[in-house]
């Protein structure tokens, strides 16, 4: 079966832009997990889906970040106001379970903030 | 600050060599998990160990766990060109809904044909 995908794989953004990430999960998979990670540094934990609802949003880093799975499958990242800084490339995870199962990472979303 | 931190940030080793990472952590955990990552690419699994294992094994692969020393080790044996990757550790803390996942800032493996 298909693994865990996300679209775009790169989207440039003016600073100021507001920018939404899709991650579409490998099928069946209860738990969805949004990362950020920073060149040559490990991924960094933003939050965490157990079906339709945040199970731990505490890795948001400000209230411009915000995502939702309201079906439980699909989920999408949405950042407001953009700025340099949020530039990094942005992973999404699924697994069977939570945190003590293997997670399946998607490709990545490479988003520069110019 | 970092929950578990790999050592040494980076590694060149011949192919055919061993190759050892370690990480440390600082509070106890549940599980924890190495991941690689090869350039460009997302993060793929390689073992999940728990915190009342001490060894676990898979193919070339071997991860140790010392809960005393609060520290874990990926052994990749027999090296070869595409074990070039960045490893990371990734600690599991708490149980449940209240558990957290964090991870490493990596270890990137460099092996010389």
């Known amino acids: 079966g298909a693994g865990v995908s996300q679209t775009p794989s790169n989207k440039v953004t003016e600073k100021g832009k507001y920018v939404e990430l899709r991650c579409d999960p490998i099928?069946?998979?209860?738990?969805l997990y949004w990362y950020r990670q920073s060149l040559g540094q490990g991924p960094e934990f933003l939050i965490y889906?157990?079906?339709?609802?945040?199970?731990?949003d505490s890795g948001l880093p400000n209230d411009r970040f915000f995502a939702v799975r309201p079906e439980g499958s699909v989920s999408t990242l949405k950042i407001q106001r953009t700025e340099r800084g949020d530039s990094a490339v942005y992973l999404c995870?699924?697994?069977?379970?939570?945190?003590?199962?293997?997670?399946?990472f998607g490709p990545g979303t490479r988003l520069t903030v110019t | 600050s970092q929950q578990g931190e790999e050592d040494p940030q980076a590694l060149s080793i011949q192919e055919g060599e061993n190759a050892t990472m370690n990480c440390s952590y600082k509070?106890?955990?549940?599980?924890l998990q190495w991941y690689r990552q090869n350039s460009g690419r997302g993060l793929v699994h390689l073992i999940l160990?728990?915190?009342?294992?001490r060894e676990k094994h898979s193919g070339r692969l071997r991860v140790t766990l010392d809960t005393s020393k609060k520290s874990s080790s990926l052994l990749i044996t027999a090296s070869r060109a595409a074990d070039t990757a960045s490893y990371f550790c990734?600690?599991?803390?708490?149980?449940?809904?209240?558990?957290?996942?964090?991870f490493g800032s990596g270890t990137r493996l460099s092996i010389r044909p």
């Open positions: 995870a699924s697994s069977t379970g939570g945190h003590s199962y293997e997670q399946y």
């Open positions: 099928s069946g998979h209860t738990a």
């Open positions: 889906f157990q079906g339709t609802g945040a199970a731990d």
């Open positions: 509070t106890s955990i549940n599980n």
């Open positions: 160990i728990r915190s009342n294992e």
């Open positions: 990734a600690t599991v803390l708490g149980y449940s809904s209240a558990s957290k996942i964090i």
